[in-house]
């Protein structure tokens, strides 16, 4: 099947599916972060164990869940616990990555989805952390994979509802969270990000096609760094395509 038009979205799920490494454990988050889940295992991935806050754990993906405890994240799992168990399992160390979004996120990785202005009196109330804060609290790696635009990618979060590296090197560790721990990556619908490990701050790694560096800078709040050799992400393949819309998700619930 040849490649074809495809959304800013596709191209998003299609870069962080890539970003799955095969045999290991990923907590998943609600939304975007489940289709890049069930892409990666039907493509370069078929050994990742997909993790869900309310026990799902190693579920067979035949239908996109509609959310993170719905039936769907139980099928055929290897195991069938609670919310109880599965953050104990990453407090113990042993879910390797979590993929999640977030209405905001500032240049060291930290995410807010609890409000948008002053916490007591916001603008905007959002639907919490769910276990956005143990995702990045206690996973080896996070993946962050969200819109991008100044109004998401700001110098500082309303609200740390999922902490990145708060407020640079050493910061997590102080805290009391685990060394050699958080953000590797942020997706957007624009680029692919790192973490300087110099700084701990946001990176750009490579473009979107048809996107520039300058596209980029004009589209984040706050100073990114630019990697010395920024790359082009490929675009999403036929078959990556064929799979998103016929089989992941042919309701168009988040394509």
Same mark, same amino acid.
């Given at each position: 099947?040849?490649?074809?038009? %495809?959304?800013?979205?596709?191209?998003?799920?299609?870069?962080?599916?890539? *970003?799955?490494?095969?045999? !290991?454990?990923?907590?998943?988050?609600?939304? =975007?972060?489940?289709?890049?889940?069930?892409?990666?295992?039907?493509?370069? &991935?078929?050994?990742? +164990?997909? =993790?869900?806050?309310?026990?799902?754990?190693?579920?067979?993906?035949?239908? @996109?869940?509609?959310? #993170?405890?719905?039936?769907?994240?139980?099928?055929?799992?290897?195991?069938?616990?609670?919310?109880?168990?599965?953050?104990?399992?990453?407090?113990?160390?042993? =879910?390797?990555?979590?993929?999640?979004?977030?209405?905001?996120?500032?240049?060291?990785?930290?995410?807010?989805? /609890?409000?948008?202005? &002053?916490?007591?009196?916001?603008?905007?109330?959002?639907?919490?952390?769910?276990?956005?804060?143990? +995702?990045?609290?206690?996973?080896?790696?996070?993946?962050?994979?969200?819109?991008?635009? /100044?109004?998401?990618?700001?110098?500082? #979060?309303?609200?740390?509802? !999922?902490?990145? %590296?708060? /407020?640079? #090197?050493?910061?997590?560790?102080?805290?009391?969270?685990?060394?050699?721990? $958080?953000? +590797?990556?942020?997706?957007? !619908?624009?680029? @692919?990000?790192?973490?300087?490990?110099? !700084?701990?701050?946001?990176?750009?790694?490579?473009?979107?096609?048809?996107?520039? +560096?300058?596209?980029?800078?004009?589209?984040? $709040?706050?100073?990114?760094?630019?990697?010395?050799?920024?790359? #082009?992400?490929?675009?999403?393949?036929?078959?990556?395509?064929? *799979? @998103?819309?016929?089989?992941?998700?042919?309701?168009?619930?988040? =394509?």
């Amino acid at each position: 099947m040849p490649n074809q038009s %495809y959304s800013k979205s596709e191209l998003m799920i299609c870069v962080a599916a890539r *970003l799955f490494q095969d045999g !290991t454990t990923a907590f998943i988050g609600t939304g =975007i972060p489940m289709l890049a889940a069930m892409l990666a295992i039907k493509t370069r &991935a078929p050994g990742v +164990v997909p =993790i869900f806050e309310f026990g799902g754990t190693g579920a067979i993906f035949e239908k @996109l869940p509609n959310m #993170v405890g719905g039936a769907r994240t139980f099928h055929k799992a290897i195991a069938a616990s609670g919310i109880c168990d599965i953050m104990e399992t990453a407090q113990r160390g042993f =879910i390797d990555y979590g993929f999640i979004g977030g209405a905001q996120i500032d240049p060291y990785g930290n995410l807010n989805s /609890t409000t948008i202005g &002053a916490h007591d009196h916001p603008r905007a109330r959002l639907p919490g952390s769910g276990g956005g804060n143990d +995702v990045g609290s206690l996973c080896w790696k996070t993946v962050a994979i969200m819109q991008h635009d /100044t109004r998401r990618f700001v110098p500082q #979060v309303d609200f740390i509802t !999922t902490p990145g %590296y708060l /407020t640079g #090197v050493g910061a997590r560790e102080r805290a009391g969270l685990p060394r050699d721990s $958080g953000p +590797v990556n942020v997706v957007s !619908t624009l680029a @692919l990000m790192d973490f300087d490990p110099a !700084t701990r701050r946001m990176r750009l790694l490579a473009t979107h096609p048809g996107v520039t +560096v300058d596209d980029v800078i004009a589209n984040t $709040g706050f100073e990114l760094l630019i990697a010395e050799t920024v790359g #082009v992400n490929d675009p999403p393949s036929g078959e990556e395509l064929r *799979l @998103l819309r016929e089989e992941i998700d042919p309701e168009r619930l988040y =394509i």
